[in-house]
């Protein structure tokens, strides 16, 4: 029977810096976003979500925030994906376009 890790464990399991947890959700999915450090990389500072998206930073500056926004969109975002005539206004970058659901 294979143990199912929570993604700060499987992070640290993996050698990676564990430096922040954020838990939010898109569209009624739960999600975690993990901040990590690795020094091996050329852009050591970065976090990757439970969905698949994740960024990469030279410096520790906006991680945080970054991160936060990434889980905690503002609600006029949520909003705007729902009625079509808003979606116009919302033009999501391609590193925080979600995968399609099938």
């Not at 959700?25 to 050329?42: F, L, Q």
């Not at 030279?58 to 006029?76: F, I, K, N, Q, Y």
Request: charged share 25%; glycine share 6%; proline share 9%.
């Amino acid at each position: 029977m294979a143990t199912v890790l929570d993604p700060a464990t499987a992070a640290r399991r993996a050698g990676r810096w564990v430096t922040g947890t954020f838990h939010g959700d898109h569209d009624d999915t739960k999600v975690v976003a993990i901040s990590t450090r690795d020094d091996s990389a050329p852009l050591p500072y970065g976090w990757e979500c439970t969905c698949g998206i994740g960024q990469r930073f030279p410096t520790e500056d906006g991680v945080w925030r970054s991160a936060w926004r990434h889980v905690h969109p503002p609600r006029w975002r949520a909003r705007a994906r729902r009625v079509p005539l808003l979606r116009r206004l919302v033009q999501p970058t391609a590193r925080l376009q979600h995968p399609q659901r099938a």
